[in-house]
């Protein structure tokens, strides 16, 4: 009995040694948070130079509206070509989850509703604030509507099995 706490003694102060001597392992890597800026033009105003720079993406966030301007939640905002997307909260506003870059295209999408896209343009601010108004469709019917009495489906096999029974 002996013997056997002393070799699972051994064994477990062999794994902790084993476990001290790896290498470090980094759960995440870091990454830059440096945003490349592209310089447009230079101009000295007096004595005081400064420079209009021109961001390369931007943070895209908005309101959605219908055609009676009141908040539209739960609406798809997709960023096209792409599996990024978002819904818009209870009061229609939404922040789109990642920065976009000029040309990038959103496509909002609301059931009963036009698909409206926006699409990113250059901009010296590196917030774009969108407000997106939905029109409903225009849904025409084809053919008539009869109405005839009440529906009744007819009998699956399982309901005819049961009617056996009874």
């Given at each position: 009995?002996?013997?056997?706490?002393?070799?699972?003694?051994?064994?477990?102060?062999?794994?902790?040694?084993?476990?001290?001597?790896?290498?470090?392992?980094?759960?995440?890597?870091?990454?830059?948070?440096?945003?490349?800026?592209?310089?447009?033009?230079?101009?000295?105003?007096?004595?005081?130079?400064f420079i209009e720079t021109e961001q390369e993406q931007f943070l895209v966030k908005g309101t959605v509206l219908d055609e009676a301007n009141e908040p539209l939640p739960r609406v798809n905002v997709l960023l096209k070509g792409k599996t990024v997307g978002i819904q818009t909260d209870i009061d229609g506003k939404c922040e789109f989850p990642q920065e976009l870059e000029v040309n990038d295209v959103l496509v909002f999408s609301y059931i009963g509703y036009e698909t409206n896209t926006y699409k990113v343009a250059a901009s010296k601010s590196s917030t774009i604030v969108v407000n997106i108004t939905f029109d409903t469709y225009d849904v025409e019917l084809i053919g008539q509507v009869v109405i005839d009495g009440a529906y009744s489906s007819k009998r699956n096999v399982f309901q005819k099995f049961i009617s056996i029974f009874k």
């Open positions: 009995m002996n013997n056997s706490i002393l070799s699972k003694g051994i064994v477990m102060m062999t794994i902790s040694f084993l476990a001290l001597c790896t290498s470090p392992i980094n759960g995440q890597e870091t990454t830059s948070l440096e945003t490349n800026i592209e310089v447009v033009s230079t101009e000295t105003l007096g004595k005081i130079a």
